[in-house]
């Protein structure tokens, strides 16, 4: 008749804060996934890591929402391409500069980062 209080290991999250714990087996919710038939959490806590869990994925969702990137648009490509751009012709200037008095060579340069950048 000595029906103690079965102890059961809450393992938490790390990654939400969740300290493990030691809670009773009545705590647990049932999990047919797991050996012994219980969740690996409390009640508690696995409500609080299922919420963490799916905001995150909506979080994950919404970032990816922000900046598609496998569609371009045609809107936001000068501006995705602004930066690079910029740098490109801040160097060739800077490039250019001491060849000022050969603007044959200037030209070719020119051409052929033009013929690169065409690729
Ligand atoms: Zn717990």
Redesign the pocket.
């Known amino acids: 008749m000595t029906k103690t209080t079965e102890m059961r290991r809450?393992i938490?999250s790390k990654t939400f804060g969740?300290?493990?714990?030691e809670?009773p087996t009545s705590?647990f919710p049932a999990q047919l996934s797991q050996k012994d038939g219980l969740g690996r959490?409390?009640?508690?806590?696995?409500r609080q890591y299922t919420n963490a869990l799916r905001k995150a994925a909506l979080a994950r969702k919404a970032a990816q929402a922000d900046a598609p990137p496998a569609e371009p648009e045609p809107a936001a490509d000068p501006e995705a391409r602004a930066p690079r751009r910029a740098t490109a012709t801040t160097k060739r200037e800077r490039r250019r500069t001491p060849m000022a008095h050969l603007p044959t060579a200037t030209e070719e340069v020119g051409q052929t980062i033009r013929d690169v950048l065409a690729e």
């Open positions: 809450c938490g969740i300290e493990p714990h809670a705590d959490m409390c009640k508690p806590h696995w």
